[in-house]
């Protein structure tokens, strides 16, 4: 959703990071602001170089000053930037950017832990020692992990500040505030808080570039995160997820301590194997028990190496089933997808950071000849599963974590082995069976 994907050498492909800080946007993209169909705008976009008010819109800037007054946002910054605002209607274009295919996680992982991204990540980790030094001083967040997290949000920085990806977020914020009814409330604080941030100086309008849900600069900051996570890391007086990263990086560690409750010198999880006779049931990626439990069990490290610490309360994923990798969760894996609440991003991410440090790949490889289940068959298992009470979360032909959860519910109804939620052949096979 940061249209970022067609750029960055194909490295991105999201459709999550940046714009998906907070769970009630996850979606936003798939249903592509459908809900605004119907609103007047839609149907006279324009091009940005084409400037045109819709009808409404000035009068609506009108109804909302006295919102920002009572904010504390001065009338002079409220008149100044809102008289200038030229909204950007094309947020209201509904997203057609179904893919026909579904991107298996081997993919979205491989393409996000490339050569580049680690040979990158690595130049960095060197260039800025000095800045991460103090970082991991204050916050304690590991600098591979923040570096990694960098690289998925913008490439290090490529796209900050790249025009031609991203648009002046005060103008989307503005007609999304005005025109997007379904989280109107949501748009207006974002807003409001854009405007906090040309209040008290640290950013002009003009500079403020960004996705079109308004996430900017290193690691992708909607204006919230910004005003209230955000540092001043370098001492310039001001708060600025652009420019030189000391502010976005630290902003970022201090986000993951504060909201994901990162803690220090902690690994975010370990990959893991099993025993055999191992009950893949509780490995749901939600049942939670102590690293000890786990190992009592029968789950071991996947390096043969000891857990550090026994008594961490850890979660089991397996994010292609029973024949790819496994791994166990801590709190820090849980840190990083406090910044986006979906797994495969966070598993990129620690991923990455892991490659970046100089660890290899995984050591179970994934399953990468099992045949994938096309859009259209995903959808009849998820309205098979739906049918039978095991709820997906709707039947959109991506089986997503809600699916799997469901899936793996309905393996262990039936009895069906391995119960991993995984959406293989067989159990579609199964499922058709009745
Ligand atoms: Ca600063």
Redesign the pocket.
Known sequence: MTRATSLNRGLLALPDPATTRRAFLVGLGATGLGACASNPVSGTLRAAETPEIPDGFREWIVAFRPRALGRGISAATYDRVMNSVVPETSVFKSDKSQPETIEPIWRYVDRRTNEYNVATGRKRIQEYAALWDRIEARYGVDRHLLCALWGLESSFGDLAVSTKYMKPVMNCLAALAWGEPRRRTYWEAELLNGLVIIDRGWAEPSGMIGSWAGAMGHTQWMPEVWLNMGV?????????PFG?P??ALAGTARYMVERGKYRRGEAWGYEVSFDPGFDLGDADGKTRHTIAHWTARGMRRADGQPFPRSGDIARIWLPAGAKGPAFALLQNFYAVRSYNPSNKYALAICHLSDKIRGNGTFIHPWPTQERLLTLAETQEMQEKLTAMGFDTGGADGRAGEKTQSALQAWQKSVGMQPADGYPSDKVLERLRGG
């Open positions: 001043d890391f370098d001492g310039d007086g001001k708060i600025n030189k000391d502010d």
